[in-house]
């Protein structure tokens, strides 16, 4: 499957973006970064390089388009989605502006995944959020 998600970008590791098990599809941790520049949206470097700020809504808007992308790679939608654990590695800053973009992408309660957002100290690229994602696929979605 990995193969066919070029909307998405690569994974930073020897992993597939997604691997399906009977009717579940398990996505690899999904980070915010740009597939065609691999730049991370709304980073802001000095001029020796190193973070001094980001802009967490941008990143939220493109880690959830990157996660769209692996999932209609592999023959699922975003209704799909039944369970999302969420990364954030400043929880007091950023988990506000994360909550109100994820309302705008989730808006029906009854309809929306299972949620789990745990504040952590770092990712392994300089993100300020990632998502680990299990979807359910249609029926009719053949197997690879």
């Not at 970008?9 to 970064?33: C, E, K, N, T, W």
Request: aromatic share 8%; glycine share 6%.
């Amino acid at each position: 499957m990995s193969d066919a998600v070029s909307a998405a970008p690569r994974p930073v590791g020897r992993y597939p973006h997604a691997r399906r098990v009977g009717d579940l599809l398990f996505l690899s941790g999904v980070g915010p970064r740009d597939a065609a520049s691999n730049a991370v949206p709304g980073n802001v470097h000095d001029a020796e390089g190193r973070l001094i700020a980001y802009d967490i809504e941008l990143q939220c808007r493109s880690v959830f388009a990157n996660v769209r992308a692996v999932l209609e790679a592999s023959g699922a939608s975003w209704d799909d989605l039944v369970d999302v654990t969420v990364y954030l590695t400043d929880m007091a800053r950023d988990f506000a502006a994360y909550n109100a973009v994820w309302a705008e992408y989730f808006p029906d309660i009854e309809r929306a995944p299972c949620r789990t957002t745990l504040g952590i100290t770092a990712l392994p690229t300089p993100i300020a959020i990632e998502l680990k994602c299990i979807a359910r696929l249609p029926t009719g979605v053949a197997e690879d």
